[in-house]
């Protein structure tokens, strides 16, 4: 187990975020003790927003025997693998049913916990089991007993996800990279500026990104921080953008439009108060 002080905005995908003590857990009793104080769990930083002034809890990432898992996905895999290391296996293997993951840049951890994916499927789609640390001890559950739905799981009070077991659909390697292909194509427009991911939740029946364009709010700029000439619905860091910035820019769009926030956001954030520029 490593212990460090480190600034979050290096562990995070959009670049931003202040201190925290950071607990790397590599076995069961790693996580046992880590987990003796308040904590939050770290896993690749994608889908979310860090404050400038970090956050007092311990931050645990999970390494070793939580991000092992068998060449042939027959067995568990541990909630510290990346997904995309994930997907590309399966497609190897020809089997499907992770392909609406593609671009999801999380570990599995993350994306069972958001039961993150795209309009292709998600992450819930592909579980048969899922095992959870809690109160002291490893519990193994049924998807149906954590009120997955879109963007949400309803997982017990204070659980880590720490390792699953995959549902997955013999195929061929062509087929699923085919699939792969279309959901790619679909993905296509999207910004490569440093960004969380998609900053709202799409309402029913309609899309955030084409109601914040169809407003007028691409390329809001406050500070160092842009709502996406590319993609209405990705936030984006042009360099050296603070928490704050960000927020502001959320504010800024929820002002306008009644969406609910996709990303996790830690700590206290004001939303700065300097110029926007449209």
Known sequence: MKIARLPLAKLTTIGVGGEAEVWTVETLRDLKTATQAPYRVLGNGSNLLVSDAGVPERVIRLSGEFAEWRPDLSGWVGAGVLVPSLLQAAARLGLSGLEGLHGVPAQVGGAVKMNAGTR???????????????????????????????????????????????????????????????????????????SAGCAFKNPPGDSAGRLIDANGLKGTTIGRAMISLEHGNFLVNLGGATAAEMYALIRKVQAVLPLEVEWEIWGEIAPAEVEVHQ
């Open 120 to 194: 292709f499927g998600e992450m819930a789609d592909a579980l048969e089991l899922v095992e959870l640390y809690h109160d002291g001890g490893l519990h193994v559950y049924r998807p149906s007993e954590l009120g997955f739905r879109y963007r949400h799981s309803e997982l017990p009070e204070g659980s880590i996800v720490t390792r699953v077991k995959l549902r997955l659909t013999p195929s061929t390697e062509e087929a699923v990279r085919a699939k792969i292909a279309l959901v790619d194509a679909a993905r296509k427009g999207q910004p490569k500026k440093k």
